[in-house]
């Protein structure tokens, strides 16, 4: 029988590399975090999104409440490539960010490099 996923207040107060995903979780400056993680500029937040599940925009009210300005959105969408619906493809827009859905690996790999680069980019990754 599987547990329910518990999701604390976590909360990582800075910007870093994803150095590894899988088993439910990830892997990051010196941690490990089991569930998903929305990586912002103002920090890496726990979120309570598991693979499967619906995605709709109140779920990324961290995302579209940041103070700094965010250009790219990449959300992984667990194992496989799954589309954004339409009304949080809009509310993206409305806001001025590309959104990008990729499977989870794809949105850690593409973080890391346009965080390399200094983009002003931020990522919803959900756990695989």
């Given at each position: 029988?599987?547990?329910?996923l ?45 693979e ?77």
């Amino acid at each position: 029988m599987r547990r329910p996923l518990e999701v604390r207040n976590a909360h990582f107060p800075g910007r870093a590399p994803i150095d590894s995903y899988g088993n439910g979780g990830f892997r990051f400056a010196g941690m490990s975090h089991r569930g998903s993680l929305l990586l912002l500029p103002s920090g890496i937040y726990g979120w309570d999104v598991e693979e499967g599940q619906a995605l709709e925009p109140a779920q990324f009210f961290r995302i579209f409440d940041e103070v700094e300005p965010i250009e790219f959105v990449l959300v992984g969408t667990g194992a496989d490539i799954r589309p954004l619906p339409a009304p949080l493809r809009a509310a993206f827009r409305a806001r001025g960010m590309n959104s990008d859905p990729m499977s989870t690996g794809a949105a850690v790999r593409t973080y890391n490099i346009m965080l390399a680069e200094e983009r002003r980019v931020a990522a919803a990754v959900i756990a695989v």
